[in-house]
């Protein structure tokens, strides 16, 4: 194990611990989205330091996310965590996704421009309501088959402000929303870039990269020196290579269906 993959997994842990309700069932807690049904909104880390992983604990943990109507997920830096993987296929668990998370660091983020006039927009909680309710609608749009929440309603808008990541929306010169992409603020030093999302009718336009380098720059800007994400498939990790991403750690996703 790296010193960067533990560096990122101590970060992640504390960006899911800050805006979700924790269940604590030792040796994990649960951040579960109370809100926001998309899938990958709510998930488990294992405590710092843990090292066994009983089955009763495990159950519980599955029982936690059913009794809030979420599937039972973990979202892990693989090296971090020997023995897990076989610990939660034996209870139930399968591989929801396991991909190279990728890292940038200022140096690195590359210029990806946005074609025909089109622009991204910076959006933080102090924005108008109508700004915010773009950013969800697009990124409902993009999510829709996740289960995204479309349309936004006052809750939604509310909630986005007091979660106070950062947002980054491109627009066309027409006025089209295009994209979408947030950063989670700073945890030693490390933003997540999460919810890269682009609607059906506009991908293949280099918007994804445009709006994941834009989302690293903020992400800069406001005090990281580590930006990372976890491409969902081959295609997108080539998305977020041309942002200026690298691979750097294996990451687990797993979940009780």
Do not use: K, N
Not at 118 to 133: C, H, K, L, N, Y
Not at 139 to 151: C, Q, S, T, V, W
Not at 159 to 184: K, P
Not at 219 to 225: I, L, V
């Amino acid at each position: 194990m790296t010193d960067e993959a533990q560096r990122i997994q101590d970060a992640l842990r504390a960006m899911a611990y800050a805006d979700r309700e924790l269940v604590r069932v030792p040796p994990f807690t649960a951040a579960i989205d109370p809100v926001d049904p998309m899938p990958f909104m709510s998930y488990a880390v294992p405590d710092a330091g843990a090292s066994r992983w009983p089955a009763e604990a495990i159950d519980e943990l599955c029982d936690a996310f059913r009794a809030r109507r979420r599937e039972p997920r973990l979202e892990v830096v693989e090296a971090c965590w020997p023995g897990l993987e076989p610990a939660l296929t034996a209870r139930g668990f399968e591989v929801e996704l396991r991909s190279l998370g990728m890292s940038c660091a200022p140096a690195d983020t590359a210029e990806a421009p946005l074609a025909g006039g089109a622009r991204i927009e910076a959006v933080g909680p102090d924005a108008p309501d109508a700004s915010i309710a773009a950013v969800l609608a697009t990124r409902g749009a993009a999510f829709a088959d996740l289960g995204a929440l479309e349309p936004p309603d006052a809750e939604h808008v509310e909630r986005f402000r007091r979660r106070g990541i950062g947002t980054v929306l491109a627009r066309s010169a027409g006025g089209e929303l295009l994209g979408v992409a947030s950063w989670v603020l700073p945890a030693l030093g490390v933003s997540e870039i999460v919810a890269v999302g682009v609607p059906e009718a506009h991908r293949r336009r280099g918007i994804a990269a445009a709006v994941t380098a834009a989302a690293a720059r903020a992400a800069f800007a406001a005090g990281a020196d580590l930006a990372f994400l976890t491409p969902g498939h081959d295609a997108a990790a080539r998305v977020y290579a041309r942002a200026g991403f690298r691979p750097s750690v294996r990451c687990l996703h797993l979940i009780s269906r």
